[in-house]
């Protein structure tokens, strides 16, 4: 992909975030269903469109707020509900829950790359740029959703392995909200982002 981030590449990389999103976010929902919990269902969250997906504040206002203020831009999605009491097999159900949507992202990467790989060379550059665009999101999206903090994904296989004291530490995390958020972004990511962002380019390098 060309080193200048041109307009077509900005819509292309919005359009790409909000389908990803919209994938990650049915699935997790999808899967919930599956296991015995129609909480999304009963919402109307089990969609695949991802304007139902969004919050005001964490996807809309906070990453431009972070822009505004030179920091990296995080875009957060509205988690899709489910009822943990509903679900089969307790908390290991959450945890396929919780993996449904990296994996689901990994898996729109690959397919990507291969259709890239199969037929790129007969693609038009701008069509090149594009998928790779989507290839480069969708590793993103699930390798940071992977990170076992709380409310992230990958919390839930951690849960689901912990012992309860920890369970309990990881609740009172996760029912920080905002807040935590918050945290995260300025306290820990600046100290987990350079290996995020390693792990981010391996796996894209390799797809790609």
Known sequence: ?????????????????????????????????????????????????????LDLFTSILLPIVLVLAGLPPFF?????????????????????????????????AVLAAVFLRGIGGQLATPIVDILQIFVIVNVAIGVFNLIPFPPLDGSRV???????????????IESGGLITIMLFIFLLFPVLGPIIIKIDNNIINFLL
Not at 79 to 103: C, T
Not at 158 to 172: G, H, I, N, R, T
């Open 158 to 172: 951690l849960y689901a392995f912990a012992p309860e004291p920890l369970q309990k530490v990881m609740y009172q």
């Open 1 to 53: 992909m060309d080193a200048n981030f041109t307009g077509v590449n900005l819509v292309a990389f919005i359009v790409a975030l909000l389908l990803s999103v919209g994938f990650h976010e049915a699935m997790h929902g999808f899967a919930a269903y599956w296991l015995g919990d129609t909480t999304a269902y009963d919402q109307g969250r089990l969609t695949l469109n991802p304007l139902k997906h």
């Open 76 to 108: 957060i999605a509205k988690p899709v509900p489910f009822n943990p009491s509903r679900v089969k097999y307790d908390e290991f159900g959450a945890a396929l829950i919780g993996l449904a949507g990296p994996l689901t992202n990994f898996a729109l």
